[in-house]
Nanobody
């Protein structure tokens, strides 16, 4: 499985962005997750979605503002980010796991991330 994140950019606080994670290979039965890493900080969980989209989980810091979804027909996962804050700044990466977990080490097939910068 190979994953590639895209859609990042420089926005102002309060703006929206939609990230995409394009997958190649078998991801149909896996959980897909978004993580982010700010400079000088550890990678942190943002959200994950189950293979059929029925199970979703969000970090407390983004719940109510971010929405994760996936389109298996297009082999793509999305992260709609609304009401962005400067604290959302970081490199956003997507990865796959076989269990529903927020732990980065349980994920594999990390793709190259996309930079999101939110100015105040």
């Amino acid at each position: 499985v190979q994953l590639q994140a895209s859609g990042g950019g420089l926005v102002q606080a309060g703006d929206s962005l939609r990230l995409s994670c394009a997958a190649s290979g078998h991801t149909f039965s896996s959980y897909l997750g978004w993580f982010r890493q700010a400079p000088g900080k550890e990678r942190e969980f943002v959200a994950f979605v189950s293979w059929n989209g029925a199970i979703k989980n969000y970090a407390d810091s983004v719940r109510g503002r971010f929405t994760i979804s996936r389109d298996n027909a297009k082999n793509t996962m999305y992260l709609q980010m609304n009401s962005l804050k400067p604290g959302d700044t970081g490199v956003y990466s997507c990865a796959a796991a076989w269990v529903p977990t927020t732990t980065p080490r349980a994920y594999a097939s990390w793709g190259q991330g996309t930079q999101v910068t939110v100015s105040s």
